[in-house]
T-cell receptor
Framework: DVKVTQSSRYLVKRTGEKVFLECVQD?????MFWYRQDPGLGLRLIYF???????EKGDIPEGYSVSREKKERFSLILESASTNQTSMYLC????????????FGPGTRLTVL | AQKITQTQPGMFVQEKEAVTLDCTYD???????LFWYKQPSSGEMIFLIY??????QNATEGRYSLNFQKARKSANLVISASQLGDSAMYFCAMREGVGYSSASKIIFGSGTRLSIRP
């Protein structure tokens, strides 16, 4: 089974803190994605990566950065957390041009106080 | 620009009835794929079904089928004989430019919360 894991299910941080969300997949997928999910808005793509050290902005990249130093790991970084970044964060991965679906991690619910 | 619209924020259905969840999309790319995902209260996203824009037949996976009407740009999910465990959020999603890695991103609709009554 494909497994996508995220470092935390729940996280509470303070405004201005630097926050790292980690995602690891074990299926040698080329593509990895970070979404945030908010009620009534569905999932919105923050950043994605289709290869090691490659990244592309999604629809809402402001306030976020990412890092992909190894194929299996994709990190989302909030340089200076703000209250409007309180959300559910979902990581996903997929094969590059062979696969159809994205496989999702369990999500991290981040609260910024 | 690509867009996915789900107009039903919530639905209530009696157990064992069939249910249709609506989804319309907008794209100018002739090559695209349409997905449905289920998100139970536990939070994980579960892939249900996929339809490619060039597929001649409607996709089916067990109790799930996708009613693909290309001219109308609709991709409704049909769940036959609903069960209590079907209660969840359901998201329609689309991917453009199927077949090359840099366009592997998917956009999602806002979701429909389905509640099955016993």
């Amino acid at each position: 089974d494909v497994k996508v894991t995220q470092s935390s299910r729940y996280l509470v941080k303070r405004t201005g803190e630097k926050v790292f969300l980690e995602c690891v997949q074990d299926m040698d997928h080329e593509n990895m994605f970070w979404y945030r999910q908010d009620p009534g808005l569905g999932l919105r793509l923050i950043y994605f990566s289709y290869d090691v050290k490659m990244k592309e902005k999604g629809d809402i990249p402001e306030g976020y950065s990412v890092s992909r130093e190894k194929k299996e790991r994709f990190s989302l970084i909030l340089e200076s957390a703000s209250t409007n970044q309180t959300s559910m964060y979902l990581c996903a991965s997929s094969f590059g041009d062979r696969g159809v679906e994205q496989f999702f991690g369990p999500g991290t619910r981040l609260t910024v106080l | 620009a690509q867009k996915i619209t789900q107009t039903q924020p919530g639905m209530f259905v009696q157990e064992k009835e069939a249910v249709t969840l609506d989804c319309t999309y907008d794209t100018s790319d002739p090559s695209y794929g349409l997905f449905w995902y289920k998100q139970p209260s536990s939070g994980e996203m579960i892939f249900l079904i996929y339809q490619g824009s060039y597929d001649q037949q409607n996709a089916t996976e067990g109790r799930y089928s996708l009613n693909f009407q290309k001219a109308r740009k609709s991709a409704n999910l049909v769940i036959s004989a609903s069960q209590l465990g079907d209660s969840a959020m359901y998201f329609c999603a689309m991917r453009e430019g199927v077949g090359y890695s840099s366009a592997s991103k998917i956009i999602f609709g806002s979701g429909t919360r389905l509640s099955i009554r016993p």
